[in-house]
C-alpha cells in the first residue's frame, strides 16, 4: 500500500497565488487570535470554561453554570473554538511547503512552526486557564502570539525566496539599527504585559493582580516606545541614502501603525483604560509587529525563486 507521504509527494505544487494568500492568512489568524484572547479578558470571560481541554468538568461546551452568564461562557469558549480555525490555516501553510518542489527548507521549517506553534499556545492557554488566569501566564501567552506573528510574516516573504543566507538592503549599520528596534520592540511588547497584570482587566474579578504600580509600569511601556520611535528616526536616515522605494513603502507603514498605536494607547491610558481601547490596543500590538516584521524582510532580502 502506498503511504500517506509517498502520495503527498505526488500532489501538484499550489500556486505562488495560493501559497501566498495562505501565508497572509496565517498572519491574519495569528493577529486575530490574540484580539480574541483580549475580548476573553476584558469582559471577565477568562473563567467562565472553568477547565480545560473540556469548558467545565463532564461538558466540553458551555452549560449551565451558577457562576458564570452563558453569555461569558460562550466568549471563552469561541475563543476556543478560533483557536481551530488558526490550526487549520496553519496545517494549510504546512501543506503548501511540503508539496513545493523543489522542497526550501527555510519556507518548510517556518511553515512547520505554524501547526507546532498553535498546539503550543493551546497548551499554553489551558495551563492559563488550570492556573487561574496568574498574570505571567497570560502574558507568556501574548508574547507567544507576537512570536508567531512574526514568524508568520517572515513565512510570507519565504514564499518567492530561496534557501541561502540573505543580502542585506543598505549599509551594515542599517541593519544594526533594525535588530536594535526589534529588541526595543521586544520591551515594548513585555512592559505592555506588565501593565496589562498590574490593570484591572483581569479576565476574572478574583484574579490577583501585579503587585507594582500602574503608572510606572505604564510610563515604563512609554519609555520603551519613545526609544522604539527614535531607532525609526534613525532607520529613516539611513534609507534616504539607500533610496529604495521597496524600503520605503515599508517603513512608511511601520510609521503609520506605530504612530496610531500611540495615540491609542495614551488615550485608552487617559480614559482609564476602557474595554474597546484596550482590546484594539492589542490588536494595534500585532500590526505594528506585523509592519515591522515586514520592513525586517524587505532588509534582508533573499535571492528569488524563479517560476516556471
Same mark, same amino acid.
Given at each position: ?28 489568524? /495569528? ?12 469582559? %471577565?470571560? &477568562? ?11 463532564? =461538558? ?17 469558549? %469561541?475563543?476556543?473554538?478560533?483557536? !481551530? ?40 492557554? !489551558? ?17 507567544? =502570539? ?15 525566496? /530561496? ?6 538592503? %543598505? ?50 511601556? *512609554? ?13 529613516? *536616515?539611513? +534609507? ?24 491609542? &494607547? ?10 474597546? +481601547? ?5 490588536? !494595534? ?24
Amino acid at each position: 500500500m502506498t503511504s500517506l507521504k509517498a502520495r503527498l509527494e505526488t500532489v501538484r505544487p499550489l500556486t505562488r497565488r495560493a501559497q501566498l494568500s495562505i501565508a497572509w492568512a496565517v498572519v491574519a489568524t /495569528q493577529s486575530l487570535i490574540a484580539f480574541t484572547g483580549s475580548v476573553v479578558r476584558v469582559t %471577565g470571560s &477568562g473563567l467562565a470554561c472553568t477547565t480545560w481541554p473540556e469548558c467545565h468538568p463532564g =461538558s466540553m461546551v458551555p452549560t449551565e453554570h451558577p457562576e458564570y452568564a452563558a453569555l461569558n461562557q460562550w466568549i471563552e469558549y %469561541g475563543n476556543r473554538l478560533f483557536t !481551530g480555525v488558526v490550526g487549520l490555516i496553519a496545517l494549510a501553510a504546512f501543506f503548501a511547503a511540503f508539496v513545493e518542489r523543489p522542497r526550501r527548507d527555510r519556507y518548510f521549517t517556518l511553515a512547520m512552526a505554524m501547526p507546532i506553534g498553535v498546539a503550543v499556545q493551546a497548551v499554553l492557554g !489551558g495551563m492559563t486557564v488550570r492556573l487561574d488566569l496568574l498574570w505571567w501566564t497570560v502574558a507568556v501567552h501574548l508574547l507567544v =502570539s507576537a512570536l508567531m506573528v512574526w514568524l508568520a510574516v517572515l513565512l510570507v516573504y519565504s514564499v518567492d525566496e /530561496q534557501d541561502g543566507p540573505p543580502l542585506p538592503v %543598505g549599509p551594515p549599520a542599517l541593519g544594526r539599527v533594525l535588530a536594535a528596534m526589534t529588541a526595543v520592540l521586544v520591551g515594548l511588547l513585555v512592559a505592555g504585559t506588565m501593565v496589562t497584570g498590574a490593570g484591572p482587566h483581569a479576565g476574572d474579578a478574583k484574579t490577583p493582580r501585579l503587585d507594582l504600580p500602574v503608572d510606572v509600569l505604564a510610563h515604563v511601556h *512609554a519609555a520603551f516606545l519613545y526609544g522604539f520611535l527614535a531607532l525609526l528616526v534613525a532607520v529613516g *536616515a539611513f +534609507l534616504v541614502k539607500v533610496r529604495s522605494t521597496r524600503l520605503w513603502k515599508h517603513y512608511a507603514a511601520v510609521v503609520v501603525v506605530v504612530l496610531a498605536q500611540g495615540v491609542l &494607547g495614551f488615550t485608552q491610558f487617559f480614559l482609564g483604560v476602557p474595554e474597546l +481601547l484596550v482590546a484594539l490596543h492589542v490588536l !494595534g500590538a500585532m500590526a505594528v509587529i506585523t509592519v515591522t516584521a515586514a520592513l525586517w524582510a524587505a532588509a534582508h532580502p533573499r535571492p528569488r525563486v524563479e517560476r516556471g
